[in-house]
Structures are given as C-alpha cells and as structure tokens.
T-cell receptor, first 112, second 114 residues
Framework: KQEVTQIPAALSVPEGENLVLNCSFT??????LQWFRQDPGKGLTSLLL?????REQTSGRLNASLDKSSGRSTLYIAASQPGDSATYLC???????????FGRGTSLIVHP | ETGVTQTPRHLVMGMTNKKSLKCEQH?????MYWYKQKAKKPPELMFV???????INESVPSRFSPECPNSSLLNLHLHALQPEDSALYLC?????????????FGPGTRLTVT
C-alpha cells in the first residue's frame, strides 16, 4: 500500500525566506503528482500538477520537482510571504491506480 | 473561491436523520469526486463519477449514497450516520478522472453527527 511522508510536519519562518517542502512515496513508481494548499477549515487549492511525462512544474514563486527514481518530490517556495501560511499537501497516484494517496501535510507559518 | 460550490457549509444531524450534501460546478468538467477529511488528517477519496457514472467507490459504507443527476451536480445522501462520520466533506471536479488533471475543490461541508 502506498504511503506518503511529508517533511517537515510544521515550519515557522520569517518573511522573505526561501523554503523547501519534501514529499516521499514508498512506491517510487509515481504516475501523477499534485501539490495543494489548504487554509484552515477550507477546501484544497491545486498549486502544481506534475503529469507522468514531466519532471518539474513552475508557477510564479512556486517550483515543484519529481524524482521518479527515488519517489521524492520537492516544493520550493521563493521569497515567502505571510499569505503563504497554510498547510501544503502532496498527493500522487502509482501502480496503475487512479486513487490518489495524500500526505499528512506540512503546516507553514510565515511571520511578517 | 473556486468554481465548485458546496451546500450547506455546515450541517448538524442526528443519527436517525436523512440529509443531503450538494455540490455544483460549471467548468464543464466530466469527473466529480467526494472526499472525507477528518481533523488533522489528509483527505480520503470516497467516490468518483466520470461522465455521470460511478467509476470508483472506495468501499464506503452504504449509509453514504452518492448521486450524479447531471454533469454539473453531485449529491451525497446521508442516512443513519454515526458520530465517527463527523468530518469535512469535500467535493472536487476535474477534466478527467485519472488524476492527470488538476482537481478543483469546493470549500467543503462541515458535518457533525450527534
């Protein structure tokens, strides 16, 4: 059964720092992977989607990469802002399944 | 807010009640999803509809009954729920059902079963 680990579980940083969030899958044969953010008590917002033929995606200050040999993905947030404060979740499919497995998330607080 | 709306936003129901959660999207997406999220936990997929047909049921108890009346609407009918069913219920939609498309989530319905 696929399991997803997100490190760190929580992160508190001053505004302006560059951040790296990590996501690791026990089954490295990841097919599709998405990064989401979730504000408290709210739904999820898709940030970046890495499809099966891709290795990296960028949107504004966000960059996500996927290393299929190790089953690891990294979300890079440049020049963090207080508005980036949220929980960041990764989710992926593997093994021919279309059922996504989610990580437990990284809770991020960016201080002004 | 995305193009996915959910009603009601909050619901309190007793174990003998029957209620329904509603979800609507107008993005022309052909796949719609129900997820359940307990506090401090990641979302868990419950059902997937593709082209208005149920394509995935993740062994969800029969007290949860999904319905897709048309391509824009998705309902979740609730009956004889248990207190442990209290959670945030999230609806999502995407262009296709293979997780190879971005998923757009609604704000969720916070359900409390008493």
């Amino acid at each position: 059964k696929q399991e997803v680990t997100q490190i760190p579980a929580a992160l508190s940083v001053p505004e302006g720092e560059n951040l790296v969030l990590n996501c690791s899958f026990t089954d490295s044969a990841i097919y599709n992977l998405q990064w989401f953010r979730q504000d408290p008590g709210k739904g999820l917002t898709s940030l970046l989607l890495i499809q099966s033929s891709q290795r990296e995606q960028t949107s504004g200050r966000l960059n996500a990469s996927l290393d299929k040999s190790s089953g690891r993905s990294t979300l890079y947030i440049a020049a963090s802002q207080p508005g980036d404060s949220a929980t960041y979740l990764c989710a992926g499919t593997s093994g021919g399944s279309y059922i996504p497995t989610f990580g437990r998330g990284t809770s991020l607080i960016v201080h002004p | 807010e995305t193009g996915v709306t959910q009603t009601p936003r909050h619901l309190v129901m007793g174990m003998t009640n029957k209620k329904s959660l509603k979800c609507e999207q107008h993005m022309g997406h052909r796949a719609m999803y129900w997820y359940k999220q307990k506090a401090k936990k990641p979302p868990e997929l419950m059902f997937v509809y593709s082209y208005e047909k149920l394509s995935i049921n993740e062994s969800v108890p029969s007290r949860f009954s999904p319905e897709c009346p048309n391509s824009s609407l998705l309902n979740l009918h609730l009956h004889a729920l248990q207190p442990e069913d209290s959670a945030l219920y999230l609806c999502a939609s995407s262009q296709g059902d293979r997780f190879s498309y971005e998923q757009y989530f609604g704000p969720g319905t916070r359900l409390t079963v008493t």
